[in-house]
């Protein structure tokens, strides 16, 4: 009778370390889970403000950002709308066409000139290869 008693008395205590283990294992997880929601609160807050930091200043807005660019259609220097991920030609703020490419800047002579390479871009004047986007 009595070991009885004392086998039902261990049986409860190792019932009860294990409800004590799970509670603790619950709070482990539940830890975890909240680590890694604040790590990924974290990473967007990082992810926001380098985005203010690299933005170049006033060039952007909701719309995309001002693209310096010469039409093709009407010839004249103009300032293109470009959406973000928008790739030229652009629409033409004189005319209208979509037919604005980028203007690009030789550092060399000043030539300013557009293409269509978007890699190995040269000076047509000069053939210098300090070129670059001509800024809006
Ligand atoms: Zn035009
Ligand atoms: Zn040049």
Redesign the pocket.
Same mark, same amino acid.
């Given at each position: 009778m009595r070991v009885r008693r004392d086998l039902l008395e261990l049986d409860s205590r190792l019932r009860r370390q294990g409800e004590l283990r799970v509670g603790a294992y619950a709070r482990r997880a539940a830890r975890r889970r909240l680590a890694r929601a604040a790590a990924g609160v974290a990473l967007i807050l990082v992810a926001l403000a380098l985005y203010g930091i690299l933005r170049p200043p006033g060039a952007r807005n909701a719309q995309g950002f001002l693209v310096a660019a010469r *039409?093709a +259609? *009407?010839?004249?220097d103009?300032l293109a709308r470009s959406g973000f991920g928008q790739t030229p030609p652009l629409v *033409?703020s004189?005319?209208? +066409?979509v +037919? +604005?490419h980028p203007l690009w800047v030789c550092r060399a002579c000043g030539e300013r000139f557009t293409t269509e390479a978007l890699e190995d871009v040269v000076c047509p004047r000069c053939g210098g290869k300090r070129v670059g986007f001509e800024k809006p």
């Open positions: *039409c +259609a *009407c010839g004249n103009v *033409c004189a005319c209208g +066409a +037919a +604005a």
